[in-house]
């Protein structure tokens, strides 16, 4: 059905990530996914919108983090470059954001993933949208996808018929909970993509503001680029 084409991580939640060749799966998503997140003096978490759990900071997409070994490195949008374990680099994003008091914090109770641990987007949805949306640079960036599965000439959107599936992609099992809502992110700049004000809309207007699916690990192991994917079996839906 599909070849694992990208793997990505984010090691701070809302800001780019580091491209992969393999990762390493868990209960929790890729190792070290989002495990960090800039938190206000609310306890919410940087994002780019308002809920319950998030505050949406403006200008948080303009940073980049990687990891050091386990230590998330953040790369600033004037191309400074600060480990997490550096004791200003909380004043310093607070600086750089205009917000006040912000922190680069862990994960602890509270997940940092916006709906299910694992995003997975697919080349023939991504096909699919460029056709709706002309002019548009469009890759599995723009939407923070985790897994981009090369489907080759599948249907459109062909990730959404998989919703309460298992889906096998190599050693890894995982449970397609549902289709994943998009927000403004998905129009913002960042690391080599230009601003795409109108792609939302596009969205909203042709796929009911969802693109690309949600899911959960139901079998941990190593993924990695080139692993085949196959579709299993219907899987009861999973919270």
């Not at 008091?101 to 109770?109: C, P, T, Y």
């Not at 489907?151 to 992609?169: N, S």
């Not at 995982?174 to 960042?190: F, H």
Request: net charge neutral; hydrophobic share 40%.
């Amino acid at each position: 059905m599909g070849v694992v084409a990208a793997l990505w991580r984010y090691p701070v939640k809302s800001m780019a990530g580091e491209r992969l060749t393999e990762a390493v799966l868990g209960e929790r998503g890729l190792d070290g996914d989002r495990l960090y997140a800039v938190r206000d003096p609310d306890g919410k978490f940087g994002s780019g919108k308002n809920s319950t759990r998030f505050r949406r900071m403006p200008g948080l997409h303009a940073f980049a983090a990687r990891y050091d070994g386990d230590v998330p490195v953040v790369t600033f949008p004037d191309g400074r470059v600060l480990r997490g374990g550096d004791p200003q680099v909380h004043a310093e994003l607070a600086a750089a954001l205009t917000f006040p008091g912000v922190e680069l914090a862990r994960e602890a109770g509270v997940p940092h993933h916006d709906e299910a641990p694992v995003h997975l987007v697919t080349t023939s949805s991504l096909a699919w949208l460029a056709e709706r949306a002309p002019g548009v640079a469009l890759d599995e960036q723009r939407f923070r996808a985790n897994v981009l599965l090369d489907t080759g000439p599948a249907p459109e959107l062909a990730e959404e018929a998989w919703v309460g599936t298992r889906v096998r992609i190599g050693e890894v099992e995982l449970e397609i909970l549902r289709k994943a809502v998009r927000c403004v992110m998905v129009g913002l700049p960042g690391e080599g993509l230009p601003a795409a004000p109108g792609l939302l809309k596009t969205i909203a207007d042709t796929a009911g503001l969802t693109f690309g699916v949600q899911a959960r690990v139901v079998r941990g192991g190593t993924l990695r680029v080139g692993d085949v994917q196959t579709v299993g079996c219907s899987a009861p839906h999973s919270p």
